[in-house]
Nanobody, 120 residues
């Protein structure tokens, strides 16, 4: 069964950095899109960063040049490095996987989220 577990959120001052981790189990790593999304109460969940099985990445303008998504195949983990954080980055951050599980069945699975708060 596919499972995603996020960690690394917390309170940070503006201009600071955080690194989020998402450990994925039960997926064929190179056959999946892995992404980070964020959501503020009352607003729609939005894409923050995405990486394909082939290593291509995608970022919206709001985080481009500040956030970096990466992955470690040996640990089945995807990371989100967040630098130069702004108060507007405050949100619950979610990890998402879609693609094939280890039994070659399609899935779309979300983690439970980790809170990031940027405040002085």
């Amino acid at each position: 069964q596919v499972q995603l577990v996020e960690s690394g959120g917390g309170l940070v001052q503006p201009g600071g950095s955080l690194r989020l981790s998402c450990v994925a189990s039960g997926i064929i790593f190179d056959s999946n899109y892995l992404g980070w999304y964020r959501q503020v109460p009352g607003k729609q969940r939005e894409l923050v960063a995405e990486i394909t099985g082939g290593g291509d990445t995608q970022y919206p303008d709001s985080v481009k040049d500040r956030f970096t998504i990466s992955r470690d195949h040996s640990k089945n983990t995807v990371y989100l490095q967040m630098n130069s954080l702004k108060p507007e980055d405050t949100a619950v951050y979610y990890c998402r996987s879609n693609g094939l599980d280890t039994r070659y069945r399609y899935h779309e699975v979300w983690g439970q989220g980790t809170q990031v708060t940027v405040s002085s």
